[in-house]
């Protein structure tokens, strides 16, 4: 049995209580956990939670933006807001599907974080005034034991308290 946990931190706004279809007009960072310790058998199921928080949204132009980050030993950011070819819930889709395939180690939230805030969150990355952010993080574990304090990079990026945590338990 297989016990995947995600650790959620968003900025400013409870995500998954709202039941709304449509939730609100954001500029959404996710960042992807893909150590192994998440096991390839697990990739569709992190796909498929991505994408159904994903299909809330409507993405579109003057609508949601989604950027999209990976992370293990290195981080990747795989689109910016402001590349309208993602301005689509279907390209969105597809990049999430398309972005995950290996899983590789170690865990390194430090950089994940440091890439969230110097390439994602800014406005030449095209983060909006005006239009209010959130950061959907999801891993199962620590960083690594040699990574860089990151609390700084959390704090720069304006985190609110509304951190919390569910597991899901997958049958073998
Ligand atoms: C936008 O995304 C497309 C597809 O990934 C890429 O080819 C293009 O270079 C990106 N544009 C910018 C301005 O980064």
Partial sequence: ?????FLIVC???SLITATENTICTLDLGLLVDTTRSIEEENIPTVKAALQHLVQKFDISTDGTHVSFETFAAKSKLHNKFNNDTYHSKEAVLDLISDSINKLTQPTRLDFALKTAKEHMFTEESGLRPGVRSAMVLYTDG???PGSEDFFLDVVALKVIPSTWKFSKTFPD
């Fill in 142 to 144: 620590r960083s690594y």
């Fill in 1 to 5: 049995m297989t016990v995947l946990g």
């Fill in 11 to 13: 900025l400013g706004i």
